[in-house]
């Protein structure tokens, strides 16, 4: 079983790359060269990792101490395979990356009830423009007047827009709001970035 390791942080990726040797029968290979591809947050918006997701590369997210809310963003905007946790033992983990490579997933049950639970959350795709500018803004301390103004919008129509993320993330303010855009910006950022240049 070929598998590769591509973490935001070096020494988890070493880490990681040492304990995956010594499983039996797995072997850690480069990006280019594995069936299976173990990530973590920062780079799942990368372009090494849609061209993996594009190929049909199994991707297992390494949870690095996600939130609910960014875990359940993360699988439901990116063809996650599975996660892997870090109390997870050597036998488990091998289980686990069998049973992804032949096509199945791997999610504890309890991720599986969350992710049911959760109707709503925040679709990269289903976000129109003028939600992504105002998500900037946001992000940026701007007072819904201070939006609007920047905007060219009445702040009734900033308003709108924000009753629209809340319905979209499932949060019900505007504090839990900045909090969850804050942990999923840069992938949304990541995804814009990869739409306009796309040809």
């Known amino acids: 079983m070929k598998v590769g390791v591509y973490l935001y942080n070096r020494i988890l990726s070493e880490g990681l790359s040492q304990l995956l040797s010594t499983v039996e029968e797995v072997e850690v290979v480069s990006v280019d060269e594995c069936s299976l591809l173990f990530v973590d947050k920062p780079v799942v918006a990368t372009d090494d ?9 199994k991707v297992l997210l390494v949870d690095t101490g ?6 359940v963003f993360l699988v439901k905007n990116f063809p ?6 870090p ?10 990356i069998e049973r ?6 791997w999610f504890k049950r309890e991720f599986l009830s969350v992710i049911s639970r959760r109707r709503e959350t925040l679709h990269i795709s289903q976000l129109t423009e003028k939600e992504k500018q105002i998500i900037d803004l946001l992000l940026q301390g701007k007072t819904n007047k201070e939006i609007g ?5 009445a702040e009734q129509t ?12 499932g949060c019900s303010n505007r504090t839990a709001l900045i909090s969850f855009l804050s942990k999923v910006h840069t992938l949304i950022k990541g995804q814009e970035q990869k739409l306009e240049t796309t040809p």
């Not at 996650?80 to 946790?85: E, L, R, T």
């Not at 992804?100 to 997933?105: K, M, N, T």
């Not at 900033?158 to 319905?167: A, E, H, M, S, V």
């Open 66 to 71: 996600l939130s609910e809310e960014e875990t």
């Open 87 to 96: 109390e997870m033992e050597v036998s488990l983990l091998k289980k686990c």
């Open 80 to 85: 996650i395979s599975g996660i892997v946790y």
């Open 158 to 169: 900033i308003k709108y827009y924000l009753n629209q993320l809340f319905k979209k993330t």
């Open 100 to 105: 992804v490579i032949l096509g199945e997933s």
């Open 49 to 57: 990792v849609e061209e993996a997701f594009k190929r049909g590369i």
């Open 149 to 153: 103004k920047e905007l060219g919008l």
